[in-house]
């Protein structure tokens, strides 16, 4: 069973675009996050959610929206897509905001924008 | 100023033999966790050791080893008997505030990528 499932693993888009990425754990995880992994590998948190509630929205373009309908899922809405949008986002998720919690990671979202 | 600083860009290891790979950190806070994860080509994010600002003895886990420095601000990875699969790239993480006030997120490096020679 995976425990950070993502979907669509890839996305071809044109600019302008509006698009979707799911993300679910099924591991009782408190906590969900989104990264952006850029084509030089930097990754770089871009949310950060707690119990459903936003604790990091980290200088990310409103064009980004996350969505937590419940604990289980994070979604991530991006508006009007732009060339510089192209990346891997990943999900993680982790028991808690602290302690010893590593972040599970999901197989990560190839998105390329033309 | 960067807060998870990983000098190798690349690295070479002959096979079945030690590496040890640098994370030099930088933070304020008193308690904070430093975490390895390993990326292969195939992309996914692998966890690989846990290191608490608090921890007395350096994290094992198996093949892995944390040499943590605390005083130099320094988290290194050592990966012994080197293996073919363990080619990847690594990072380095931090996670600020680790028991109190924490916003949960990691702080990566830019990742060192570690090439396993047969």
């Known amino acids: 069973d995976t425990a950070v499932s993502q979907t669509p693993k890839y996305l071809v888009t044109q600019m302008g675009n509006d698009k979707s990425i799911k993300c679910e754990q099924n591991l009782g995880h408190d906590t969900m996050y989104w990264y952006k992994q850029d084509s030089k590998k930097f990754l770089k948190i871009m949310f950060s959610y707690n119990n459903k509630e936003l604790i990091i929205n980290e200088t990310v373009p409103n064009r980004f929206s996350p969505k937590s309908p419940d604990k289980a899922h994070l979604n991530l809405h991006i508006n009007s897509l732009e060339l510089g949008d192209s990346a891997v986002y990943f999900c993680?998720?982790?028991?808690?905001?602290?302690?010893?919690?590593?972040?599970?990671f999901g197989p990560g979202t190839r998105l390329t924008v033309l | 100023a960067q807060k998870i600083t990983q000098t190798q860009p690349g690295m070479f290891v002959q096979e079945k033999e030690a590496v040890t790979l640098d994370c030099t950190y930088d933070t304020s806070d008193q308690s904070y966790g430093l975490f390895w994860y390993k990326q292969p080509s195939s992309g996914e994010m692998i966890f690989l050791i846990y290191q608490g600002s608090y921890d007395e003895q350096n994290a094992t886990e198996g093949r892995y080893s944390l040499n943590f420095q605390k005083a130099r601000k320094s988290a290194n990875l050592v990966i012994s008997a080197s293996q073919l699969g363990d080619s990847a790239m690594y990072f380095c993480a931090m996670r600020e505030n680790q028991y109190g006030g924490s916003q949960g997120n990691l702080i990566f490096g830019k990742g060192t990528k570690l090439s396993v020679k047969p």
């Open positions: 993680a998720s982790s028991q808690a905001l602290a302690g010893q919690n590593e972040q599970f």
